[in-house]
């Protein structure tokens, strides 16, 4: 069964543990910078939304890499091989989540790969913001209500209605 993590933004305080245990997990350095998962943060207005690659079904970054360089592994979860990723950043611009950047040291693109199935950033987010989930009926719900709570408090970032 394929998992995919659930963010309950209205869980995050933004204290950006997240960002560090991914950053840890793949390039042993505690750099936000080189995360796979990104806290968008208004500190003024206390809205903290942790964003990451949503394991999309039908994946538009899959599509859209000229090289295949992105797929879809044995356990469902979208990867990117790096021997086959020319850096052309396409799938960065079809994303419509923004789950995937620019690693600033290897100038490659990142995103979360599921930390091979055991999620760092789950682990250790102390309000449990982050949870690991099956995609399912069940987890379909969920990742719906929590799109339209990231979208609120988006909302409330750019001065929209809340």
Not at 23 to 29: E, G, I, M, R, T
Not at 60 to 67: A, D, G, I, L
């Amino acid at each position: 069964m394929r998992r995919t993590l659930l963010i309950d933004a209205e869980k995050c305080t933004g204290c950006r543990l997240c960002e560090l245990v991914c950053s840890f997990q793949h390039y042993k350095v505690f750099n936000p910078r080189r995360s796979r998962i990104t806290v968008i943060r208004d500190e003024e207005k206390g809205v903290f939304i942790p964003m990451t690659c949503f394991q999309c079904e039908d994946p538009p970054c899959m599509k859209t890499c000229p090289t295949h360089a992105i797929y879809r592994d044995e356990n469902g979860a979208i990867r990117i091989d790096y021997e086959k990723c020319i850096g052309c950043k396409l799938c960065i611009m079809y994303c419509p989540f923004g789950g995937i950047s620019i690693d600033p040291v290897t100038m490659k693109v990142i995103k979360c790969d599921l930390c091979g199935g055991d999620p760092e950033c789950v682990k250790y987010c102390p309000k449990g913001a982050i949870q690991y989930v099956r995609v399912d009926e069940v987890g379909i719900k969920k990742r719906i209500e929590g799109a339209k709570k990231i979208h609120e408090r988006i909302k409330v970032i750019v001065g929209g209605e809340s």
